[in-house]
């Protein structure tokens, strides 16, 4: 597995800062400059630098949302032991990854062309493929050489996991040996624009680190971040028979939609969705020891995928979201939050909802984490994101013995 994010690059400095409960929000001072956006705050990666093998040539055609993936995908292969492998070019091994869209300064090229007239204005032979949806899961396969099967799921935030749960049913029927899965998104104003037109965005400008406060009765909205995460996915004795390390077996999947609104989400079909995702499992939901919540630190979505957690859970239900810390990273959330949850499994401790101190009422009636987290011995965990257009996942990952 491989992340960037916010809050670190590993899962040392990365869970050290949950046990510390440390916030990756920042006032984001160079948005100043757009008067009529509510918002001024994102979870920003600061010290990404781009490693010094990764030549002008190779990284030409990527913008950041691709220079993350791919990074984020390098390191995972180093941690699987198949970055020099020759199964990445033998057509056995695929991606399925994701982010909302391209680059935006790519977009930004062809707006020159379109309000000045003017192809020469920023348009050149690279800006299509730095803007195009599938980008990502493109560009991580030319710069391995991967010759399998590539899915885009460009499917705002389900990208990433919508990512991972596409390759496991690839692997699952026989398709592929091995899948690259995960999701990415770099921080852009435009994409604080859209929830901002909605009302949606916390706008706590002068106190980033105590928000977006998930679940929690004076939240007031969330707020953008970026990152990556990358999980190499693979059909269980191919790895065994390589020695892999492996850190989870996924044994459920399910992804619905809700058919109905494109914005506001539908508490009926989220828990279908994770309904599903335990049939895939062969699981009743007594079996299953933590839920990860999407838990954006929206009015509407808060309300309905806990309700919907409760309804099928009950109140005992330990649950929490990371989005306290790194804000919501669209396209990278269900990656980096599936990584995340992981981890947790393995050290039997799950971190709590940073800014969480007070559940409001109308939210469902679940056991929220909060404070200082909690040791959970679990042998199964339920990882969930629910996106614009009504998409709804659910993945569940079992403890490997």
């Avoid at 006032?27 to 956006?37: G, I, Q, T, V």
């Avoid at 970055?83 to 990854?97: A, E, K, Q």
């Avoid at 494109?262 to 079909?269: G, L």
Wanted: with cysteine.
């Amino acid at each position: 597995m491989g992340v960037i994010s916010s809050l670190g690059n590993d899962w040392g400095e990365f869970s050290g800062k949950l046990r510390d409960q440390v916030s990756g929000i920042r006032r984001m001072h160079e948005w100043d400059r757009f008067a009529d956006l509510n918002t001024r705050l994102g979870g920003p990666i600061e010290n990404f630098e781009i490693p010094s093998h990764y030549t002008r040539k190779k990284i030409r055609s990527m913008g950041r949302v691709s220079l993350l993936a791919t990074r984020a995908s390098e390191m995972a292969l180093e941690d699987s032991g198949l970055l020099d492998d020759s199964v990445l070019g033998g057509g056995r091994t695929g991606i399925s990854f994701g982010s909302c869209s391209g680059s935006t300064d790519a977009l930004v090229e062809f707006a020159g062309m379109l309000c000045e007239t003017d192809k020469s204005i920023g348009v050149n032979a690279t800006t299509y493929v730095r803007m195009m949806s599938h980008t990502a899961p493109v560009n991580i396969g030319v710069f391995f050489g991967i010759k399998g099967r590539v899915y885009t799921t460009s499917s705002a935030c389900t990208s990433g996991s919508q990512g991972i749960g596409q390759a496991y049913e690839t692997i699952k029927y026989g398709k592929q040996d091995v899948m690259l899965a995960g999701g990415a998104e770099e921080l852009c104003p435009t994409q604080a624009a859209v929830f901002d037109t909605l009302y949606a965005t916390s706008t706590l400008n002068d106190e980033p680190s105590t928000t977006p406060r998930p679940f929690d009765r004076k939240r007031d909205g969330l707020v953008i971040g970026e990152g990556a995460g990358t999980l190499i996915l693979e059909e269980l004795s191919h790895a065994q028979a390589r020695g892999a390390k492996i850190y989870a077996e996924i044994i459920g999947y399910g992804t619905n939609s809700d058919g109905g609104h494109i914005t506001q989400p539908d508490t009926k079909t989220m828990q279908v969705a994770m309904e599903l995702s335990l049939e895939d499992a062969s699981l009743d939901s007594a079996a299953i020891g933590y839920v990860n919540a999407h838990g954006t630190a929206t009015d509407r979505g808060d309300i309905a995928e806990s309700i919907a957690t409760q309804n099928l859970f009950g109140s005992s239900m330990p649950i929490s979201t990371l989005k306290g810390n790194i804000g919501h990273t669209l396209g990278g959330c269900g990656a980096i939050e599936s990584w995340a949850t992981i981890n947790m499994m393995n050290e039997n401790w799950f971190a709590p909802t940073l800014n969480l101190v007070e559940p409001d009422e109308r939210c469902g009636s679940l056991d929220y984490i909060m404070g200082s987290g909690r040791e959970i011995n679990t042998e199964f965990v339920m990882s969930n994101n629910f996106a614009f257009g009504g998409i709804n996942t659910s993945l569940i990952f079992k403890r490997w013995q």
